[in-house]
């Protein structure tokens, strides 16, 4: 499976944006989808993440409110639409597939998913 991520820029606090995830493979609909994100001079973090179907997500306490993961699995994309930014948000931003067949509230770590995205540069100016 291979991951595009597209969708980051600049924007101001108190903004919004899209990022969107796609991948290449059909059977991208079995499985789970996630979100992490790097910030400078930190190490990367689990952000969101949606089951195959999108029935169910889940996220890191700090993005609860603001940011909302989906997927189209007819267009074999999945996205994040963050609301509410602030500075804190300024990472690159990944995406990555868990190529398992179950999902797990539990999937929040990096050995978690088997494939990743290039990432997108959020950067939130104050």
């Known amino acids: 499976v291979q991951l595009q991520a597209s969708g980051g820029g600049l924007v101001q606090a108190g903004g919004s944006l899209r990022l969107s995830c796609a991948a290449s493979?059909?059977?991208?609909?079995?499985?789970?989808m996630g979100w992490f994100r790097q910030a400078p001079g930190k190490e990367r973090e689990f952000v969101a993440h949606?089951?195959?179907?999108?029935?169910?997500?889940y996220y890191t306490d700090s993005v609860k409110g603001r940011f909302t993961i989906s997927r189209d699995n007819s267009k074999n994309t999945v996205y994040l639409q963050m609301s509410s930014l602030n500075p804190e948000d300024t990472a690159i931003y990944y995406c990555?597939?868990?190529?398992?067949?179950?999902?797990?509230?539990?999937?929040?770590?990096?050995?978690?998913?088997?494939?990743w995205g290039q990432g997108t540069l959020v950067t939130v100016s104050s």
């Open positions: 990555a597939c868990a190529a398992r067949q179950y999902y797990s509230s539990s999937q929040t770590s990096e050995r978690d998913y088997d494939y």
């Open positions: 493979r059909r059977t991208f609909s079995r499985y789970t």
């Open positions: 949606i089951s195959w179907n999108g029935g169910i997500t």
